[in-house]
T-cell receptor, first 113, second 113 residues
Framework: GNSVTQMEGPVTLSEEAFLTINCTYT??????LFWYVQYPGEGLQLLLK?????DKGSNKGFEATYRKETTSFHLEKGSVQVSDSAVYFC????????????FGQGTTLQVKP | DADVTQTPRNRITKTGKRIMLECSQT?????MYWYRQDPGLGLQLIYY???????NKGEISDGYSVSRQAQAKFSLSLESAIPNQTALYFC????????????FGPGTRLTVL
């Protein structure tokens, strides 16, 4: 079946450090891939997405590239800020699921000044 | 005003009680979803609805029921609450395909004693 695996958290970084959060997936066919972010006390919101192999999604300085050969969609940011502290979820939507999202377990990021 | 609203935001109830969580959206989307979030488990799909007459079970529907009263309203009920239903519940909407963004409400924190 379809599944998403994220790196364990929490991840603690100093401001301006480089961020990588690993995400790998298992799916048949060609799923769409997403990163959602959840700030404290809020619902999830879309951070970025990619809908086909080799696509790069980007937003707010975050990037992720859809790698079909390694079934990965790792999230990166060159210089994190305290305001990036949140929980990050990788997710996939497979054609056969007609819009349903399958989430990874989430990775908590804490950025210290 | 928020596009997706949930009521109540917090609820404490006792084992065996019936409880209803409500979701309303102003985005005009046909598709609505109910998810449950548990620490370390990401989000799991409870029920989803592609229009008023189309309701489907998700991964963890046992112990839950839903009602789609209108395009804009989708309610989740716990007929007889139990402590392991203590969780954060999210409603979400989307308007189309498997590449489409889902828009989440702020969540309802439910505690069953």
């Amino acid at each position: 079946g379809n599944s998403v695996t994220q790196m364990e958290g929490p991840v603690t970084l100093s401001e301006e450090a480089f961020l990588t959060i690993n995400c790998t997936y298992t799916a048949t066919g060609y799923p769409s891939l997403f990163w959602y972010v959840q700030y404290p006390g809020e619902g999830l919101q879309l951070l970025l997405k990619a809908t086909k192999a080799d696509d790069k999604g980007s937003n707010k300085g975050f990037e992720a590239t859809y790698r079909k050969e390694t079934t990965s969609f790792h999230l990166e940011k060159g210089s994190v800020q305290v305001s990036d502290s949140a929980v990050y979820f990788c997710a996939l939507s497979a054609v056969s699921n007609t819009g349903k999202l399958i989430f990874g377990q989430g990775t908590t990021l804490q950025v210290k000044p | 005003d928020a596009d997706v609203t949930q009521t109540p935001r917090n609820r404490i109830t006792k084992t065996g009680k019936r409880i209803m969580l409500e979701c309303s959206q102003t985005k005009g989307h046909d598709r609505m979803y109910w998810y449950r979030q548990d620490p370390g488990l990401g989000l799991q799909l409870i029920y989803y609805s592609f229009d008023v007459k189309d309701i489907n079970k998700g991964e963890i529907s046992d112990g839950y029921s839903v009602s789609r009263q209108a395009q804009a309203k989708f309610s989740l009920s716990l007929e007889s609450a139990i402590p392991n239903q203590t969780a954060l519940y999210f409603c979400a909407t989307s308007d189309g395909t498997f590449t489409d963004t889902q828009y989440f409400g702020p969540g309802t924190r439910l505690t069953v004693l």
